[in-house]
């Protein structure tokens, strides 16, 4: 009895060597090569007369083999050749080096080549693909339309497409049709063996194309199913949380009267989202987006003294030290006159600083602590958590996102990114937060000049530095990397450091860079931010300052070999700027060697809209390299893209959430291939919940 399960090698044509080179391809059992698609097409369908055939195109012609034989060149090169006629004239089919093809052709044979056309003394084509017809054959390399599939070396078309078209014709009567009748019907969806026939082997680019919305979609739709189902969980299986009683009483409110800023339109939306989250009786999810400057810091203190009202205890991780730290200095500052115990929980802190932390911490004599991986240590315990907020996410591991989120009895989780997620994965990897969008910038947010320069610029661009700085501004000036590599050829900090110290003889300058100790660059951050004399004029740094230094008076971003850093972290390097009242600018030194570095640099030129250049950041890496492919998350899809595939992945997102609203448990029979094909597809993978 056949199964898609059984060995690959039992396929007519494979075997037990040959196995090994499709294992290499992912290929290890029969269905493995029934879902195994094709990346392309080549149209090959439409058949010439030879007389009509164009020199340097890729042609099909159809005609009789005249003659055949094998020479040999002075260098002792062996051509086999075939000379086909159609009666319109004749070209010459040559292969080099391949004498055994010989044994597969004889005169009088009809034949359909398609290949490349060339002209030497006459029409040739070198290492056509060919079909040898009869009257009852099936045409699978020529004259129709041919797939091309991914494939590693040794293993070729002609010879996977043969075995490919084997177990279409042998096994695609067992491939289940998850999908119940209504959606498909709803959808116009075909039938699932149709479907896997006409992605293989389509007749014309209709039904391909209709193939490849029908699988597609299934993959699609079997994740977000996962999804929602996640979400489910997530509501349901919480519901019924005590209800605290208020034990401090309006510290929100309160914080909206000493804080010196009226919140945007934006801001005041999110907070009432995130009001009746808190207030409710499930755990908060939600992730608030919103481009760099655009308040997500402040909304996420007004949650913390939500969830203070309430008797809990707030921990608030982010992603660096100084991050930590600068946020550490601005919730104190900020939330004095309140009267709340605010701590910071960093690996820089002594042994004795960091026990007395914990002790407060555990003994809940802290209302609010910051700091980063720290916070998810075993040594970590807490209180009362209530409330975790993630500052960006992307920095972190799912896996250290839920640590975190195990430190209470199912806490509130606020996630914030300055990174914008395109709408394409809002609806698979952050399918089961709600997502709360910070669209507008604070009033006074100056536009920030963003240049590409080259080399030749450098000396303009420091005179232009200077005269900014007489004028009381200050300077970013920002490295790939800390100290000289024999390995990459980029500028580092620490080198340019002493020369920039030099060319700027007359001003102040700091170092900032990861590997300083706590102490050293608390007094850089404190002299940069105007807190301490001698002030520093220019931060020469690494990426360490790219998310949440807010040093309003800085007014110049100046990028070293721009072209090796990502989109997103321009933008965010970038955001390090405009915070104040004075007009700002960004100069990115560069001179990329490909093509995607200058898109990159074309990109973060053109627009200061994060959701455009996270858009961009997208189409350009992929999701793997965007998130980080242990982040992210995602299983990998056979045939869907979610870049390109949105309104399908829409689509199958309404009729997910409608399937797992009716039948959150899968238990109805017409479901039961689907929980089957999310326990195979998705695993473990997403944290999902066991269902049935």
């Known amino acids: 009895m056949q199964h898609l399960s059984d060995s690959a090698q039992y396929v007519k044509g494979v075997g037990p060597q040959r196995l090994k080179l ?45 003659t055949l034989g094998i020479r040999s060149t002075k260098s002792k090169l062996n051509i086999f050749q075939l000379a086909v006629s159609d009666g319109t004239g004749v070209i010459y089919a040559t292969w080099f080096n391949q004498n055994y093809l010989k044994k597969f052709f004889k005169v009088g044979d009809k034949i359909i080549l398609s290949g490349k056309v060339r002209l030497f003394r006459t029409l040739q084509m070198n290492s056509p693909d060919y079909e040898i ?11 129709r339309i041919v797939p091309i599939y991914p494939l590693t070396q040794n293993l070729n078309q002609r010879l996977f497409r043969k075995i490919a078209k084997e177990v279409v014709d042998e096994y695609s009567h067992l491939a289940k049709d998850i999908l119940p009748a209504d959606i498909k019907q709803s959808d116009g969806l075909i039938d699932i063996k149709q479907a ?16 490849r919305e029908r699988l597609v979609f299934d993959e699609f739709f079997i994740l977000q199913v996962g999804i929602a189902l996640r979400r489910h969980y997530l509501k349901k299986s919480f519901t019924g949380r005590k209800k605290q009683e208020t034990v401090k009483k309006d510290l929100a409110q309160e914080f909206k009267k000493i804080f010196p800023f009226t919140f945007t339109a934006a801001q005041q939306k999110v907070i009432k989202e995130i009001e009746k989250d808190i207030a409710g009786e499930q755990p908060m999810n939600r992730l608030i987006q919103g481009d760099v400057g655009s308040g997500k810091t402040v909304i996420a203190i007004y949650a913390l003294l939500l969830a203070l009202e309430r008797g ?167 490295y790939p990397l800390i100290e000289k590599s024999e390995k990459i050829e980029l500028k580092n900090a620490e080198e340019h450091f002493e020369y920039l110290k030099e060319i700027f003889a007359d001003l102040n300058l700091g170092l900032l860079h990861g590997r300083m100790g706590k102490e050293e660059k608390d007094e850089v951050m404190r002299r940069f931010s105007g807190k301490e004399k001698p002030h520093i004029d220019i931060l020469v740094s690494t990426t360490v300052i790219e998310v949440g230094l807010d040093i309003p008076n800085a007014s110049i971003m100046v990028i070293e070999d721009a072209e090796h850093f990502g989109l997103s972290q321009l933008h965010q390097l970038r955001g390090r700027i405009g915070r104040g009242s004075f007009k700002s600018y960004c100069f990115l030194l560069a001179n990329p060697k490909t093509e995607e570095g200058v898109k990159r640099l074309n990109s973060i030129v053109r627009s ?50 409608e399937l797992v609203q009716k039948d959150y448990c899968l238990s109805l029979p017409e479901h039961q291939l689907i929980k089957q094909e999310l326990r195979e597809r998705l695993g473990d993978r997403w944290g999902l919940v066991s269902v049935g």
Request: proline letters at 3%; one cysteine or more.
């Open 312 to 478: 809990y205890q707030g921990a608030f991780m982010a992603p660096t030290a100084i991050l930590a730290e600068q946020h550490y200095f601005t919730l104190q500052k900020i939330l004095l006159p309140l009267n709340i115990n605010i701590g910071l929980l960093i690996s820089e802190l002594s042994p004795k600083t960091k026990a007395e932390v914990l002790k407060k911490i555990s003994g809940g004599e802290i209302d609010i602590i910051i700091g980063t991986h720290s916070l998810i240590q075993k040594d970590a315990q807490y209180k009362n958590l209530g409330l975790v907020v993630i500052d960006e996410q992307h920095k972190f591991g799912v896996q250290q996102r839920a640590e975190l989120g195990k430190k209470g009895a199912r806490p509130h989780c606020l996630i914030m990114s300055a990174t914008p997620i395109p709408r394409t994965l809002a609806l698979t990897v952050y399918g089961d937060l709600d997502i709360s969008l910070i669209d507008e910038l604070p009033s006074g947010r100056q536009s920030i000049s963003t240049y590409w320069l080259k080399e030749k610029k450098r000396e303009g661009l420091y005179n232009f530095i200077r005269e900014e700085i007489k004028k009381g501004r200050q300077a970013y000036i920002v």
């Open 133 to 143: 017809i009869s009257d009852d054959s099936e045409k699978i390399h020529s004259g």
């Open 196 to 211: 896997i026939k006409n992605i293989h082997f389509p007749q014309n680019f209709f039904q391909q194309k209709r193939a």
């Open 608 to 657: 200061q809209d994060g959701f455009q250049i996270a858009e961009d950041d997208l189409q350009q890496r992929g999701v793997g390299e965007f998130f980080g492919q242990r982040q992210h998350g995602l299983p990998e899809l056979r045939i869907g893209d979610i870049l390109k595939d949105v309104k399908i992945m829409e689509r199958a997102k309404v009729f997910a959430d």
């Open 22 to 66: 499709f294992h290499r391809c992912g290929i290890f059992t029969v269905g493995d090569l029934l879902y195994y698609f094709p990346r392309r097409y080549e149209d090959r369908s439409c058949i010439k007369a030879i007389s009509k055939v164009n020199i340097g195109d890729f042609e099909t012609v159809q005609g009789e083999i005249r």
